[in-house]
């Protein structure tokens, strides 16, 4: 590095090290992908992909998963690469979409990647849980073996159809898993969060692809998720006064991102606002393998449908 680029490096640093409002995306020291956030204590947590696929690679390389913290939606710490498929006994492969929730005072984060050939499964996509005290872990299998396997879905042929978990825990306590590439399953857990509490359900929102993201607004459902868009992804969603539907399907609230082939919804109210994570490509070197995190605002109708959201290059002003 010559000493003019040291200066700028540096100035870039200090104009970075204190900012009043974000500039899309989020996360400019690594590559993440698959954003999923939540509070706790005043503070918004975000659980992340991370991609470390060269310029020159045409497929994914995700070893690990991140988290993520900020008081105020502008300035964020990397806690660091707090789990990985490695984790698992039983896992290997990617590490894909996951989510993490608080409830009851632990920390359970549901992920997706792939599973040995073993006397649980013949391999394929799985689903598993680690467990914490904390948000930021130490996190460690809850189970000791897989949640969802391959097997356990059988409405698709392709064996990753068995990715992408949300979680969600709705006001009477009942605990509900939805997953899936190219349709949606949902099962109800005990609440113990490591095991199903009925059988599992196959649907198909209109042009569902992958990546839901199941939450209550206001007493009403929302299930929203990348579907076929233009192919590429855009983000599409469905409402209901269920969280087991009939779901209705509702439109396109994004539409292609920057720079990326797929999308993927993370939606959190904080401090009175409305906001929407999502990926795209925007980063210098960036692409469909080199993704990264961004934010902005999220407007809901007085009906509670959702208003088109804009993908913006400078995101979401300071919360104070
Ligand atoms: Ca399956």
Known sequence: MKFKSIIIYLSVLCFTGSKSSAQNPIIKHIFTADPAPLVHNDTVFLYTGHDTASVHDTNYKMPDWHVFSSADMVNWKDHGALLSPKTFSWGTGEAYAAQCIEYKGKFYWFVATFH????NSKGGAAIGVAVSDSPTGPFKDAIGKALITNEMTTDMKHGWDDIDPTIFVDDDGQVYLYWGNDSCKWVKLKNNMIELDGPITAFKP?????????YKRNGQYYLVYAGAGTKPEMIEYCMSTSPVGP??????????????FTTHPGILDFKGKS?????????PTGGSYRRSICVDYMY?????????????????????
Do not use: C, M, R
């Not at 906001?275 to 980063?283: I, S, V």
């Open 116 to 119: 040995k050939n073993d006397v």
């Open 206 to 214: 209109k042009n569902y692809i992958e990546g839901p993201w199941v």
């Open 247 to 260: 779901w209705e399907y509702k439109g396109v609230i994004q539409g292609n991102v920057s720079n990326s």
């Open 275 to 283: 906001y929407f994570f999502y990926h795209n490509g925007a980063l």
């Open 300 to 320: 809901y109708n007085p009906d509670g449908t959702i208003q088109k959201i804009i993908e913006t290059t400078t995101g979401v002003e300071k919360v104070k």
